[in-house]
């Protein structure tokens, strides 16, 4: 047993993923923080929980995309789904070097309390410095989010709402072009 070192402590390894910004949405508005959060961290898990998709909840989640994108992305004419999220949400993060975040700006945020669900609107202004120079990387507009408590008492974002409001694409536009 002499000179095996069995009982000594190693060096740690550094962490496989880095650490999360993610808290449990205990308010309407660690959502929306989450969702920036979420967004510059490239965390597709923690995005996708910032909206209604759980066993817990009683509405599905709603996806209303801009009138432009309608008309641009056949996608929006079927039912946009979580999966729909998901696929989006990977498709750019592939095409984002690993060092730079998606950034997420919210202006002139207006919370109104509707009984147990809670709206926001805000407006946006969202930069994807992703690496296909055929595609903006910059998108703005209106948002309007109907949030609501689930039986665990977490919120999430039931319905959203897109609303172009420049020649700047919607965030609409940038889930039709990377979907």
Not at 7 to 29: C, H, I, K, Y
Not at 93 to 106: G, Q, V
Not at 108 to 134: C, E, K, W
Request: glycine fraction near 2%; proline fraction near 7%; include cysteine.
């Amino acid at each position: 047993m002499i000179g095996c070192e069995l009982f000594t402590a190693r060096d740690p390894e550094p962490p496989v993923e880095p650490r999360s910004t993610f808290q449990p949405a205990l308010s309407s508005d660690i959502v929306l923080t989450n969702l920036v959060y979420s967004l510059s961290e490239k965390n597709t898990q923690n995005y996708l929980a910032c909206l209604t998709g759980n066993s817990f909840q009683k509405l599905n989640y709603t996806f209303v995309p801009s009138a432009e994108a309608i008309s641009k992305f056949p996608i929006f004419l079927e039912e946009w789904s979580l999966l729909n999220e998901e696929q989006y949400l990977n498709n750019i993060i592939a095409k984002i070097p690993e060092e730079t975040p998606i950034t997420l700006s919210l202006q002139d945020t207006v919370r109104t309390i509707q009984g147990d669900s809670v709206f926001y609107s805000a407006r946006y202004i969202l930069t994807v410095p992703h690496n296909d120079v055929n595609k903006p990387t910059s998108f703005q507009g209106e948002l309007k989010f109907k949030l609501i408590r689930d039986a665990q008492n977490f919120w999430s974002i039931f319905f959203w709402q897109d609303i172009k409001t420049s020649a700047t694409p919607s965030w609409s536009e940038l889930k039709g072009v990377f979907y």
